[in-house]
């Protein structure tokens, strides 16, 4: 074999090997619906979340690692890169939203529903009403007879900061306040305990986890009577559909990944038609109400007779 003949299968064999990577290369491109991807979310809509990404993944190429934390860790991790994509119950503060500007990213924030917090207590507490004045001056280190203490999911969670701010509170009280790790740990709490009204995310008594089912029919979920209401109002969709609950919170998709990925991907497919009915069902308010589709048969001949 003469050198040209050599040089040539060498060309031929080089360039194979340029063409097959480059279309592996193609085909591992990360793009709106295919790819694989890492989104932080809030531990307190963790059930919605993780039904929203199981038919987004059934439909499509994609890959969606999720990380549940709280409300701080999500954020510590988002401004440190660990993921571009996260969802909140809030938006970005101005200082959040600077550090990324100041970076060259401009995020994109899509509204995906209105989750809410909730106020449980023992099955054995005949009192299903809460003022939620009351648990404010409670929080404020006032003593209040109706409610003997109050427990947290997280310290550094949603559902903490939500309500210190509600309460102008730059930090809880020592006495009757209680918190531990994850909503879970709060319904196991109250189910197991008279006289603690429990505080958590309303996702999680709508879709509790398997190991928890059973206790969430051990505990009652309280109606609150707003600051400047003179009604007390439940957690239910349509309560959180008119306004009329005190408690209510809208649910982000925050994506920083500054290009057409997944991010972007996912956040047009919750906020579309499928995710929100997946939300509607989950009893979460969506942001609008999916269409039905009706059909209308004639009768024929054959039906006539």
Not at 139 to 161: A, C, E, H, W, Y
Not at 196 to 221: E, R
Request: aromatic fraction near 8%.
């Amino acid at each position: 074999m003469n050198f040209s003949k050599i040089l040539s299968l060498i060309l031929i064999f080089c360039f194979s090997i340029l063409f097959f990577n480059c279309k592996k290369s193609e085909n591992d491109k990360e793009t709106i619906l295919k790819g694989t991807a890492t989104i932080l979310v809030d531990e307190t809509i963790k059930p919605i979340i993780e039904d929203q990404i199981a038919v987004f993944e059934g439909q499509y190429k994609a890959s969606v690692l999720l990380k549940s934390r709280s409300e701080k860790e999500v954020m510590l991790a988002f401004l440190k890169d660990t993921s571009q994509i996260a969802i909140l119950s809030r938006k970005l503060t101005s200082e959040e939203t600077k550090h990324f500007e100041q970076n060259k990213i401009n995020p994109k924030v899509t509204k995906i529903g209105s989750d809410a917090i909730a106020f449980i207590a023992n099955k054995s507490n005949k009192d299903t009403l809460v003022v939620l004045k009351d648990v404010i001056l409670f929080m404020q280190g006032k003593p209040q007879s109706t409610i003997k203490g109050l427990v947290f999911d997280n310290p550094n969670s949603s559902t903490v900061r939500y309500m210190s701010e509600l309460a102008g509170i730059s930090e809880m009280p020592k006495n009757g306040i209680y918190s531990f790790k994850v909503n879970e740990d709060v319904i196991k709490f109250v189910a197991k305990n008279d006289g603690i009204i429990g505080v958590i995310g309303l996702n999680w008594l709508y879709q509790p986890s398997p190991q928890n089912a059973a206790l969430v029919n051990d505990i009652n979920v309280m109606s609150v009577k707003g600051v400047d209401s003179n009604k007390f109002f439940a957690p239910t969709q349509n309560n959180l559909a008119e306004g009329k609950y005190p408690l209510a919170r809208d649910l982000f998709i925050i994506n920083c990944q500054g290009y057409s990925g997944l991010g972007m991907g996912f956040a047009s497919f919750v906020a579309g038609d499928i995710g929100q009915r997946i939300i509607l069902k989950s009893g979460l308010l969506p942001i609008r109400t999916p269409g039905r589709k009706l059909t209308i048969k004639t009768n024929s001949k054959n039906d006539e007779n």
